[in-house]
């Protein structure tokens, strides 16, 4: 089995760090995509680090996952779930590594906490992990806490594009620390497969876009890209969606309300909302006693979300606000919406209103809001289709869908945020009979089954990606060998790790949500 790298760029694109390549600030980068196969790896709706990642690690749409955004909104029962890693119980890429008797390491991989044992190292992280008990085995983070200054987060949250340079200093180093990390877990543990992610990469572009704070990240992705790019083994650049610059922001439940599809009322967190008392301005004064590395792991997430953001009400919060009986849907953020009536002539009334509003609204620039409207099935296929929601709208690139209730404008220019994802991504692979080559686009679930095929392992056959042989030099093996197919492992309950740190106990949730709400 040729030893494999994955590593994970968030939100990266080509568009983005075009110009930086030509240029000569990204230099390992211009060497891989000049000696490897690269095009564009589409994502699925909506194009967002949750469930995108885990898309990638199962070869698997939402459909067949369960999870389709950061929250997923019961309209019967009126409640929502935040996904965390075990809602996910699909097998993934270094399960199928672990079963051909070949060891694994995962680093960072958003909605993998809690972690699970693996047959190698497992190092949760994304916006939803927490800072204790984020390893697989359990001494292994005290080991990489001793030798690398290892954090799941940085130790000041970055919450806003005026935050000073010391929390972009902060992003800095926790890319540094990720990847020599990662490099140092691989050449000392054996093992035959790594994934690492850098998530906090699309956290800069989200607050500065192209900046030169975003900019410097990818000059120290690149500078610390040289030791696998002179390493003895196969290595693939991927990311989970792509970005691009913001010129409106839409905010749909507003939207909603003005066109009759939504009814609110007061609420604590709207009332709080109404006097200007933030998630921002707390954790900004919290910042400012000196307060945040003590009060961040303690505080729990049902304490956090009784406050609204900057733009308004979200989260669990935002269904107190909702006036049931006269409601006919609600949204949450970057394209989805549910429906919320029984009769199915009803919802489908609805859902073609709906449909016909979005597709006749325009953004700030005077073009479409949106590419397109989808009903579920559309876009989705698989078991738990019946847990998507009802109606999904694809941004038109520029325009960030925000899932706020609370007085305020419908669509108003970029504040905060200056960059949103969108479904053109990025992918490339560099190796042992891979030809230099712009590859078509392909899909995100594409990525897993070609690199199984690349190691010579069989692809289950419940993966709806397909192999990538256009990656392959003519005539190699992994270009002519026939792509055979195995039944899947059984992804049992038992197999998933269970534990108490998950999402459902509130109390140990972090205070970082504060500053990181996809």
Not at 37 to 46: F, M
Not at 93 to 106: E, F, K, L, P, S
Not at 433 to 443: A, Y
């Amino acid at each position: 089995m040729e030893k494999t790298i994955v590593i994970g760029l968030d939100g990266g694109n080509w568009p983005l760090i075009r110009d930086w390549m030509a240029e000569g600030r990204l230099p390992n980068l211009q060497t891989l995509h000049d000696e490897g196969a690269s095009g564009v790896s589409r994502s699925h709706l909506p194009p967002v680090t949750c469930p995108n990642w885990k898309c990638y690690a199962s070869g698997k749409n939402p459909g067949q996952l369960g999870v389709y955004w950061w929250e997923r909104i019961d309209t019967e029962n009126r409640t929502m779930h935040l996904p965390d890693s075990t809602d996910f119980r699909s097998s993934e890429i270094w399960d199928y590594v672990n079963d051909a008797g070949g060891r694994a390491g995962v680093v960072n991989l958003p909605m993998s906490y809690p972690p699970r044992e693996i047959d190698g190292v497992m190092v949760a992280g994304g916006p939803r992990s927490r800072e204790r008990r984020y390893t697989k085995p359990e001494e292994l983070q005290s080991e990489l806490e001793d030798r690398f200054d290892y954090r799941v987060h940085p130790e000041n949250v970055l919450t806003s594009n005026e935050d000073s340079e010391r929390e972009v200093e902060m992003v800095h180093d926790l890319l540094r620390t990720r990847l020599r990390t990662a490099r140092a877990l691989f050449e000392e543990r054996d093992l035959s497969f790594l994934h690492v992610t850098l998530f906090h990469l699309n956290v800069l572009q989200h607050y500065f876009w192209d900046g030169p704070e975003t900019r410097r990240a990818w000059e120290i992705v690149d500078e610390e890209l040289e030791p696998f790019v002179e390493g003895d083994y196969n290595l693939v650049l991927m990311s989970d969606h792509g970005c691009t610059g913001i010129h409106t922001v839409f905010y749909v439940n507003r939207w909603l309300e003005e066109r009759g599809y939504l009814q609110t009322k007061s609420s604590l967190s709207s009332r709080l909302f109404d006097v200007g008392i933030t998630q921002e301005r707390v954790a900004s004064m919290v910042r400012s006693m000196g307060l945040e590395s003590y009060v961040r792991p303690f505080i729990p997430r049902t304490i956090i979300e009784r406050f609204p953001s900057d733009e308004g009400v979200v989260r669990e919060e935002k269904l107190e606000m909702v006036d049931w009986e006269e409601t006919k849907a609600i949204g949450s953020g970057q394209g989805l919406v549910y429906i919320v009536a029984d009769d199915p002539e009803e919802r489908e009334r609805i859902f073609e209103s709906l449909k016909r509003d979005l597709e006749a609204e325009t953004a700030l620039d005077g073009g479409p809001l949106v590419r397109a409207v989808y009903r579920p099935d559309e876009v989705y296929s698989g078991e738990y289709l019946d847990r998507a929601p009802d109606l999904v709208f694809d941004q038109t690139p520029g325009v960030h869908t925000g899932e706020a209730m609370g007085e305020g404008p419908v669509r108003t220019e970029p504040s905060n945020w200056r960059g949103e994802n969108v479904p053109e991504g990025m992918v490339l692979f560099h190796g042992t009979d891979v030809r230099p080559t712009e590859l078509d686009p392909i899909r995100i679930t594409d990525i897993a089954p070609t690199v199984l095929h690349w190691l010579g392992l069989d692809v289950p056959s419940d993966m709806d990606g397909s192999v990538v042989t256009e990656a392959f030099e003519e005539g190699s093996d992994p270009a002519t060998r026939s792509v055979r197919t195995r039944r899947p492992l059984d992804a049992s309950t038992e197999r998933r790790q269970s534990s108490d740190d998950g999402l459902s106990d509130e109390a140990q949730n972090r205070l970082e949500d504060i500053g990181y709400l996809e």
